[in-house]
């Protein structure tokens, strides 16, 4: 299954993501995300919660995430990031997660 889904950032709204190809049990949501994420680098996770604000169009191909405690402040951020505060290279990929540990 792939990942590279909602690639227009048009749809707003949270992604729910409850399992991953994994037998780990994560304890926290950053290093799940970050599994989650697989093969691409994930250059840094920041914040916390479980709804993650995950820009894929970063420098160099890299992954940022920002985690939020509620799906407010989520959809708030990637309204920002939107805007384009991500990064020279943004492409506007940028997508809600909530994280069911
Ligand atoms: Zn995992
Ligand atoms: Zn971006």
Redesign the pocket.
Known sequence: MSMATNRTGARRGATTWRHHKCLLRHRNTATWIKCAIGPRRVLWVSGHGSYAVI?W??DRNDVTVVLHTSLTEALAAVKQ?DRGA??RL?????EVVEVVL
């Open positions: 820009s169009c970063g990031i991500c990064g943004c492409t506007g990929w940028h």
